[in-house]
């Protein structure tokens, strides 16, 4: 079947693959790809040597040739680069775990760190009258705030990311520009592709939260960035960077546990 279907016919060849690979580790090869109407691959293998794309034409709508900065921010630039997505694919890593792209190396990107003015947030989410557990989640503006439009909150689930940038509070008020947060939703199901939640009561509440969260942090901070401060709230609930770092080496000893559980 291998023989049949894959790009390699003999047996030698094949072995070769897992030669490679050494003696832990996955290796995914891409090949007989479909070719659009205009005889062009959907992926696009020559605009980088070092990346994967999804190419960019006229009937994408995608204007990966653009050259500004919210166009080039790494919001967008996930939308059609695998380096990009992958480079943000995981919340936290392990030392001995990479992932190789073309014969270099992603180089992770924590996303919690390009943020300026950041507050560090507990939310309680509750379901049924029981509480799920405490989530720490972080917020601020974007270090290139307020040149980008971008805006929206980084979900995980178990360390993977399941919504990049998700924008919750909407695009039609600029209550929102620049505010971006990270957190780690492990009381909420993702699909089956893991491209989205489940939606669930408890998704919808997260959702009303991290919307009044966008706002509240707005309002406190918008003047910090150069907009006209609007009335101001109470400060958030927050936590101490020493207690975030505790609580995210509790979660990243877990997360190590359940992988050799497996």
Not at 59 to 82: F, I, M, P, R, W
Request: net charge positive.
């Amino acid at each position: 079947m291998l023989f049949q279907w894959s790009p390699f016919s003999t047996e030698e060849a094949l072995l070769k693959q897992l030669d490679d690979i050494g003696d832990h580790g996955s290796r995914i090869i891409i090949y007989n790809l479909w070719l659009n109407n205009e005889g062009k691959m959907e992926l696009d293998f020559q605009s980088d040597p070092e990346d994967i794309r999804i190419s960019c034409d006229a009937e994408s709508g995608k204007s990966c040739s653009s050259t500004s900065v919210s166009d080039l921010h790494l919001a967008n630039t996930l939308q059609y680069s695998l380096r990009a997505y992958l480079s943000i694919l995981y919340l936290k890593i392990p030392e001995n775990f990479c992932i190789w792209l073309r014969g270099r190396i992603v180089e992770y990107h924590n996303i919690a760190r390009d943020l300026k003015y950041p507050e560090f947030i507990v939310y309680k989410p509750q379901n049924g009258g029981c509480k799920e557990g405490s989530v720490i989640t972080s917020i601020g503006f974007l270090k290139e705030a307020p040149l980008v439009n971008i805006h929206g909150f980084n979900v995980y689930h178990r360390k993977r990311l399941i919504l990049p940038f998700w924008n919750v509070a909407g695009s039609s008020t600029a209550r929102s520009r620049g505010v971006v947060g990270v957190l780690e939703a492990n009381f909420i199901q993702p699909t089956h592709n893991k491209q989205d939640f489940e939606k669930t009561p408890l998704f919808q509440k997260l959702e009303n939260r991290l919307k009044e969260m966008t706002w509240e942090y707005w309002d406190y901070h918008c003047g910090l960035i150069g907009y006209h401060a609007t009335k101001r709230l109470h400060k958030p609930s927050q936590v101490s960077s020493e207690s975030r770092q505790k609580h995210d080496a509790l979660n990243m000893r877990r997360w190590m546990r359940n992988l050799m559980l497996r």
